[in-house]
């Protein structure tokens, strides 16, 4: 189980994540189709990750 920890200091710009995540899925069309759903699982759960620290949920 992977739990994230809140850090001291000031909180993680949302942005940085949502750019992660959306980099992550540059190549896929020199990926094979199957490899594509671990690349949009990654996205997905960034972008939930980004979502939830702005709501503070």
């Known amino acids: 189980m992977n739990v994230?920890?809140?850090?001291?200091?000031p909180p993680v710009d949302p942005v940085?994540?949502?750019?992660s995540a959306i980099a992550?899925?540059?190549g896929l069309e020199h990926?094979?189709?199957?490899?594509?759903?671990?690349?949009?699982?990654?996205?997905?759960?960034a972008l939930t990750a980004a979502?939830?620290?702005i709501d503070k949920v």
Request: no cysteine.
């Open 24 to 26: 992550g899925l540059e």
């Open 31 to 45: 990926l094979e189709i199957v490899d594509h759903v671990a690349r949009f699982d990654i996205a997905h759960t």
């Open 4 to 9: 994230d920890v809140p850090l001291p200091g």
């Open 51 to 53: 979502l939830s620290s």
């Open 16 to 19: 940085v994540g949502i750019d």
